[in-house]
């Protein structure tokens, strides 16, 4: 069997969009951590759960195994700063100036983001050099009709559906 270049193989996937999602929960003092992932999907709707894959080196990860709970921010297209703020490592404080509510579940819920949702922690499973996060779904909202952030080639850009285009130019937009 071939071996597959690290490198290479992270090129290919880049030519994969992604959305752009603030995990985000709370820690034993009620401080908000937060990670940033592109691999936040539905699971299945009966029960209704979510997962996104965690880099092994999280430091967000074991707060959230710990508290059994996060919450899934989706990044609006305006966000780009605050997703590569959330991103930092090295201790940064990820929530320095940003502005959230608690979520009925206690998680933050980020300020000018497009949905979220809210998830108490079904199960979480090593795989490779990652953690697959499963969540059963507690609460959820669409907070705006706010466009989404994605990851595209190794750049951030926001969704526009070529329908909106389409309507803008019939209406004269």
């Known amino acids: 069997m071939d071996t597959v270049n690290g490198r290479y193989f992270r090129g290919v996937l880049g030519h994969f969009p992604t959305s752009v999602v603030a995990i985000t929960t709370t820690d034993a003092g009620l401080r908000p951590q937060g990670l940033v992932v592109g691999t936040f999907m539905s699971v299945s709707l009966d029960p209704p759960l979510v997962s996104f894959l965690a880099d092994g080196s999280s430091t967000t990860l074991p707060t959230i195994r710990t508290s059994g709970r996060f ?43 497009v949905a979220w949702v809210d998830c108490a922690v079904e199960n979480v499973v090593e795989i490779g050099d990652h953690f697959l996060v499963v969540g059963h779904v507690r609460h959820l909202r669409v907070e705006s009709k706010r466009t989404p952030l994605l990851f595209f080639r190794g750049g951030y850009g926001d969704y526009l559906s070529t329908t909106t285009l389409v309507l803008d130019r019939l209406v004269g937009w």
């Open 71 to 113: 919450c899934a921010n989706a990044l609006a297209g305006n966000q780009e700063r605050l997703s590569r703020q959330m991103a930092a490592g090295g201790g940064a404080d990820r929530f320095e100036g940003v502005t959230w509510k608690r979520s009925p579940l206690g998680n933050p819920v980020l300020d000018g983001i």
